[in-house]
Each structure stands twice: as structure tokens, then as C-alpha cells.
Nanobody, 122 residues
Framework: QVQLVESGGGLVQAGGSLRLSCAASGRTFSSYGMGWFRQAPGKEREFVAAINWSGSTTDYADSVKGRFTISRDNTKNTVYLQMNSLKPEDTALYYC???????????????WGQGTQVTVSS
């Protein structure tokens, strides 16, 4: 089982930027698809972005397209989420997840981190 640790969350004003990081354990990180999800208070967890094992394919929720960018560094076992032009509605607990099959299908994300809080003030 892969262990995932998120970092980089915090409090930022609307229009600002944050970069989240997710460090993964294990020597097979480069074979995993990786994703970011978020959950706001009182709401269900929702998909944000995903990247396949090689970084050649990405997917984004419509609500973050053009503002967020997912990337990975397989030499560092780390996936990133660059978040620009943040809005108050982006406030949520952000989770990193691994798809051990290597792809980006949302239903295949089965390993989760503990989350990092992002709060965007208006």
C-alpha cells in the first residue's frame, strides 16, 4: 500500500496562488496514476485533477480548468497541484490519491492521503 502525505495548504486571499505537494512512499510511484480531490464542509468529495503514470495525460474538473495545473516528478515521488486565481469556492480539504493501475479513471483511485486545508478569503 502506498503512503501519501500532502503539504502546502494554507490561507490565501482570493486571486492568490498556492502549490500543493504530495509525497509518496515506495519505489513504484512512477507506475501510479495520481490525482487530487477536495471536500468542502457539508459537501461530498469531488474530483479536481489527475495525471497518468508518465505525465502524458491529465484531466481537470471544469471548475478548475485554466486555473489549476497538475504535474509530477517521478524522481522525487511527488505530485503537485499549482493553484492560481483562487476563489473562495476553492476552500476545501484537498486530498492526494493514487491509482495503482496507472491511469486517471476516477473510480480507480483507491489510496488516499490525510489531506491539506486550503482556505481562500474574499
Amino acid at each position: 500500500q502506498v503512503q501519501l502525505v500532502e503539504s502546502g495548504g494554507g490561507l490565501v486571499q482570493a486571486g492568490g496562488s498556492l502549490r500543493l505537494s504530495c509525497a509518496a512512499s515506495g519505489r513504484t510511484f512512477s507506475s501510479y496514476g495520481m490525482g487530487w480531490f477536495r471536500q468542502a464542509p457539508g459537501k461530498e468529495r469531488e474530483f479536481v485533477a489527475a495525471i497518468n503514470w508518465s505525465g502524458s495525460t491529465t484531466d481537470y474538473a471544469d471548475s478548475v480548468k485554466g486555473r489549476f495545473t497538475i504535474s509530477r516528478d517521478n524522481t522525487k515521488n511527488t505530485v503537485y497541484l499549482q493553484m492560481n486565481s483562487l476563489k473562495p469556492e476553492d476552500t476545501a480539504l484537498y486530498y492526494c490519491a493514487a491509482n495503482l493501475r496507472g491511469g486517471i479513471l476516477q473510480r480507480n483511485f483507491a489510496s488516499w492521503g490525510q489531506g491539506t486545508q486550503v482556505t481562500v478569503s474574499s
